[in-house]
């Protein structure tokens, strides 16, 4: 019982030291839309995909297909693709 006791302190200590992560947020990287308007009207794939994720600087890509309901937190690490019916694309946000 009491090198439980004894070890707790060190414990909680180790804890205290450790930044939280934080949500929406992963170091490195903070998603840039400005200069992807040469991706609007080609088709959704994931090459695409890959190539946007990498033109924003962005962590995670989202798509959006339409009808489809999205969360609206926002997150400075992620890229949003918005494609009609047909696949193309036809919005790219950052969030």
Same mark, same amino acid.
């Given at each position: 019982?009491?090198?439980?006791? /004894? /070890?707790?302190?060190?414990? /909680?200590?180790?804890?205290?030291?450790?930044?939280?992560?934080?949500?929406?947020?992963?170091?490195?990287?903070?998603?840039?839309?400005?200069?992807?308007?040469?991706?609007? $009207?080609? /088709?959704?794939?994931?090459?695409?995909?890959?190539?946007?994720?990498?033109?924003?600087?962005?962590?995670?890509?989202?798509?959006?297909?339409?009808?489809?309901?999205?969360?609206?937190?926002?997150?400075? #690490?992620?890229?949003?693709?918005?494609? #009609?019916?047909?696949?193309?694309?036809?919005?790219?946000?950052? $969030?």
């Amino acid at each position: 019982m009491r090198k439980v006791l /004894l /070890l707790t302190p060190m414990t /909680l200590a180790a804890c205290a030291a450790q930044q939280p992560p934080v949500h929406g947020v992963t170091l490195g990287h903070k998603c840039d839309a400005a200069n992807t308007n040469q991706y609007v $009207g080609q /088709l959704g794939t994931a090459d695409t995909g890959a190539a946007i994720l990498r033109a924003t600087k962005a962590a995670v890509l989202r798509w959006a297909p339409p009808n489809t309901m999205l969360t609206m937190d926002y997150r400075e #690490d992620r890229v949003t693709i918005w494609v #009609d019916e047909a696949k193309k694309i036809t919005k790219i946000r950052c $969030g």
